[in-house]
């Protein structure tokens, strides 16, 4: 059995939770501060993802990311790179489509905060970088925790905007969710049915955790 | 040490205009929720930034909205103890304690056993009562050597039995700290006992600012009589010389000074008495009689006056009370004990 199905869905996922990780708590530190109005348009866009269909999310991203598209020429020419059907065009798919699950989350963390204990370590003298890391993200850990293993599931079970950007080619760009698909397409029914175990035992483990952390939060 | 402010903010609607100046001295502010005391604390402290104005702490100037001064939290050195105490719930106590790295550890070991926080040191604040978790945060603030210290409603989260004992601690921690000390409450009796002096907050401005025995003795406006206790209190319209018609209580009563401003009189419960004078006695009939633990409170309506009228509380001793008990009593409003207010 060929396991690069595996490990590709794995470290797109792992590297796109990464890169919603820090971007996500950006967004929604930095949302959370912003006046009521802008922030709740400004929140609709940072959503949309979510409620899209990801095949809606899979043609933006080729309108910008193609050959010949503006980002995708761009880069082709000035790097030499190619940004879609290869292996790391899976995490754009993946970041676009579960940035918005960690950015939510983060979201309610932040603005659950006790305003007093950031106000208290200004006040005693820390300075704003230390009072977020050590303060802010220990206060919200639980919510970003969650956050993170929800958006990692979501990008490992990504599909739709995968499979426009990065297609499907087998030991290349194949994720379990493409190749399950095609392997059912092409009625290898047996192989197909390995794939869909691997991918309920490590979506149970991913969900465990979380209740886990959920059930930590008292 | 002193600290002077002149600030103006508009803030939802609200217009907070304060103009204080204390010195080496305990200040109690005095006010109603809303009234803008928290508001000014945040304003000296530097997490709310005033529309215009000045602050200066200590000689130095921390805010002036003119030169476009406006010092960071962190650069103010101001401490603030907030309401809930805002303790550091990922860290222990001592942890919380050594945060701010202006003292050593004999000087946190020092401050753990006069707060008698050794036993819960290790503890994280979730962890310990709420007269440990206050004492934690007074502990924190002392030991980042403030220049100012100001604590907001530090009460009102402890039951009253606590309650007296924190105020005895706060005491000392006041009489030690060499610097100003703002206390912010809407608690008369806890203020006067921990403070010399007596800011009166209404809607954003100062209304009475002195020695807390002046502004008891004569609280000048409606709502520092209220703030400092008194609950007698009754619209007043001048009549003559020196005298004027209470017209919720429907009686004339006689004064030693009275001006155009006064709009409002009032007294204090226990300033009544029944030692009849010449000025100022009226026969009144019992509409109630409130017992409290150690005294009767008596409302009074006066005879010749009309029924629907407000009664006037009386505060009598318990055994006094038992001697003069009758349905109609005679009591003397001593013109001395007038509170003349403006509104």
């Not at chain 1, 950015?103 to 820390?126: C, M, P, W």
């Not at chain 2, 109603?32 to 529309?51: M, Q």
């Not at chain 2, 476009?68 to 103890?81: A, C, E, F, S, Y």
């Not at chain 2, 609950?231 to 018609?245: H, L, M, Q, V, Y």
Request: glycine share 6%.
């Amino acid at each position: 059995m060929d396991w690069y199905p595996l490990v590709n869905s794995l470290r797109v996922a792992l590297i796109s939770s990464v890169i919603v990780f820090f971007t996500g708590i950006a967004a929604a530190w930095y949302t959370s501060k912003l006046p009521t109005t802008i922030k709740g348009i400004i929140d609709v866009i940072l959503t949309l993802p979510l409620v899209l269909p990801p095949t809606v999310m899979g043609y933006f991203l080729l309108r910008l990311l193609g050959p010949k598209r503006l980002i995708g020429a761009w880069i082709l020419e000035n790097f030499g790179v190619r940004l879609s059907m290869v292996w790391y065009s899976a995490i754009f798919a993946s970041v676009v489509v579960s940035f918005p699950l960690m950015y939510r989350t983060a979201r309610g963390a932040f603005e659950s905060l006790d305003k007093n204990l950031v106000y208290s370590a200004q006040i005693l003298g820390l300075s704003n970088t230390y009072t977020f890391w050590k303060i802010i993200m220990p206060y919200c850990k639980k919510g970003i925790t969650a956050g993170t293993i929800l958006s990692f599931a979501r990008a490992l079970g990504e599909y739709g905007a995968t499979s426009m950007i990065s297609g499907y080619t087998p030991g290349r760009t194949a994720t379990i969710s493409t190749t399950v698909y095609q392997l059912w397409r092409t009625g290898n029914d047996s192989l197909a049915m390995k794939w869909v175990l691997i991918n309920l035992a490590i979506s149970f483990i991913v969900l465990i955790a979380v209740n886990i952390i959920e059930r930590g939060r008292k | 040490m002193s600290l002077y402010l002149d600030i103006h903010k508009h803030f939802r609607g609200f217009k907070l205009d304060v103009r204080l100046d204390v010195g080496n001295d305990t200040l109690a502010i005095l006010g109603a929720s809303g009234s803008g005391k928290s508001l000014t604390l945040g304003c000296v402290s530097g997490i709310i930034k005033p529309d215009e104005g000045k602050i200066i702490l200590n000689d130095k100037t921390i805010f002036d909205s003119k030169n476009n001064i406006n010092l960071p939290p962190q650069q103010r050195h101001t401490g603030l103890m907030f309401q809930n105490y805002a303790l550091f719930p990922n860290m222990t106590v001592r942890e919380n304690l050594c945060i701010s790295q202006k003292s050593n550890a004999a000087e946190i070991d020092d401050m753990l056993s006069k707060f008698g926080l050794e036993r819960v040191k290790d503890l994280y604040p979730s962890q310990i009562s709420g007269g440990q978790q206050q004492r934690t945060a007074l502990a924190r603030m002392l030991l980042s050597r403030p220049a100012i210290l100001m604590l907001d409603e530090p009460f009102s989260a402890l039951d009253s039995h606590l309650r007296f004992q924190m105020e005895r601690e706060l005491l000392d921690v006041f009489h030690n700290f060499d610097g100003t000390s703002i206390l912010v409450s809407h608690n008369r009796d806890e203020a006067f006992r921990l403070c010399e002096r007596l800011a009166i907050f209404n809607n954003g401005h100062i209304e009475v600012e002195g020695k807390k025995s002046e502004v008891f003795a004569n609280p000048q406006t409606r709502t520092a009589a209220i703030l400092t206790g008194c609950k007698n209190i009754s619209r007043a319209e001048r009549t003559g010389k020196g005298k004027f018609f209470a017209t919720d209580w429907g009686i004339e009563l006689q004064c030693n000074k009275l001006d155009d401003a006064v709009k409002f009189i009032g007294i204090r419960m226990h300033s009544i008495t029944n030692e009849i004078h010449n000025e100022n006695s009226f026969e009144c009939r019992v509409a109630q009689v409130i017992e409290n633990p150690f005294s009767f409170t008596v409302m009074l309506i006066p005879k010749n006056a009309r029924e629907n009228l407000r009664p006037i509380g009386w505060e009598i001793e318990k055994s006094l009370w038992h001697k003069v008990k009758n349905e109609t009593v005679n009591v003397c409003l001593p013109p001395e004990s007038l509170l003349l207010l403006r509104d």
